[in-house]
């Protein structure tokens, strides 16, 4: 074999695996019918390398089968800033959504192969009886449009990964109460659903917060090699999720391993993703030249997408990059003014700068730009890139 048909083919197999990698990243539960199915093949021809190095890197697990491939991933993260959304109008999901998920989850556990959803709806119902969650001020009783709302929108989550398939009928029948809906339960998409080291009923902590940090725990490292390989798999998953690594969220061992490992660590991951490393003095943000790895994108087109990058400009101008929420909020009434021409008609309405606000905001939280200091909002070091500053002219002019 020539040397350069070997080395052809040898590109060829690592942009084989870039995709797979990315398609992974992008949508961790693939399946032969859905959206992305078609890098499941591809997927499934890389499996040995990815399984290999996500182990190796980031301590998550990939399943593949002929049907599906799901790639484990855990996360420190519990900050709520990506939330579950509804497929359809990407709302984000309500606490009562949350739960109506794990509910109608584990009533499916048991359940026939095919299930309709006012089947399904009693189940949940008679789960939502548990005293518990009615000490937790959660309240669900189907009687309402906007309860019967909230457990499509949790079936139509579970649609979109493939739990379950529809066969016929229409939820906004069922929101109206005019109609019912039949799907099939895929059951090994289900049981693939739970990405905790421990499953859940192992854990007999009270509060939340404690019940969430006891499913993500790891074990405790004996070894100094296993220390270091929990710290760069914590950093790893990180720099693979997160939109940037500030230096300051990290411990001092995890910011002693990034100064010594970084280059290893960055290199590794620009092989496999083709994510670019942008390495300042606070952090290191991994950059995706394709742009379609990330659920939130900053700038956007439209009303919030324009709103949230002028608010971006005013925040990192500001000294200190530091300025209250009610300041802000005026700012956004001005800048709507402004840009009335161009912007939503609504936008413009007394009170929209409030909601305006709070979406730019919850854009800048995600992307890790800015965080909540009581009622004041502070820039975070990586949103220095969004300052617009007067231009320099050098040389002489002409």
């Not at 659903?193 to 725990?217: N, Y």
């Not at 993703?273 to 379609?292: F, I, K």
């Not at 009335?340 to 929209?352: E, K, M, N, Q, S």
């Not at 909601?355 to 949103?383: C, N, S």
């Amino acid at each position: 074999m020539s040397r350069d048909l070997t080395e052809a083919l040898a590109q060829r197999r690592a942009a084989g695996l870039q995709r797979a990698a990315r398609a992974l990243l992008r949508r961790p539960l693939l399946r032969a019918v859905g959206p992305d199915s078609d890098a499941l093949p591809l997927v499934r021809e890389h499996a040995p390398a990815l399984r290999e190095w996500f182990d190796r890197n980031t301590g998550w697990r990939l399943t593949v089968t002929s049907e599906h491939a799901r790639l484990v991933k855990t996360t420190e993260d519990r900050t709520g800033t990506h939330p579950a959304r509804e497929p359809r109008s990407r709302a984000p999901f309500s606490r009562r959504r949350y739960v109506l998920v794990c509910l109608a989850l584990a009533a499916l556990e048991r359940a026939d192969a095919q299930v309709t959803l006012g089947r399904l709806g009693e189940q949940v119902l008679i789960a939502a009886a548990d005293p518990r969650l009615a000490a937790a001020g959660i309240g669900f009783t189907l009687e309402r449009a906007d309860e019967r709302s909230d457990l499509v929108a949790a079936v139509r989550l579970l649609l979109d990964l493939g739990v379950l398939s529809r066969v016929a009928g229409d939820e906004d029948a069922f929101v109206r109460d005019t109609g019912d809906v039949l799907y099939d339960v895929d059951r090994r998409v289900l049981a693939s659903l739970i990405a905790a080291p421990r499953g859940p009923s192992t854990v007999d902590a009270e509060s939340t917060e404690d019940r969430l940090a006891a499913l993500t725990a790891e074990l405790p490292a004996t070894t100094t090699d296993l220390r270091n390989q929990q710290v760069r798999h914590r950093l790893t998953r990180r720099l693979l999720d997160d939109p940037v690594l500030h230096l300051d969220v990290l411990d001092e061992e995890e910011r002693s391993y990034l100064a010594s490992q970084r280059h290893a660590l960055t290199s590794r991951i620009t092989e496999l993703t083709g994510l670019v490393a942008e390495v300042r003095a606070e952090g290191v943000a991994m950059v995706d030249p394709s742009d379609d790895l990330a659920d939130v994108r900053m700038p956007e087109s439209g009303t919030e997408g324009h709103a949230t990058l002028l608010l971006a400009e005013h925040l990192a101008a500001r000294p200190g990059g530091r300025a209250p929420l009610a300041e802000l909020r005026a700012h956004m009434a001005s800048l709507a003014q402004e840009h009335r021409t161009y912007w939503r008609r609504d936008a413009v309405a007394p009170g929209a700068e409030v909601l305006l606000t709070e979406q730019a905001l919850g854009r800048l939280e995600a992307l890790d730009l800015v965080r909540r200091d009581g009622t004041d909002i502070v820039a975070r070091p990586a949103l220095a890139r969004y300052a617009v500053t007067a231009p320099t002219l050098t040389g002489e002019r002409r």
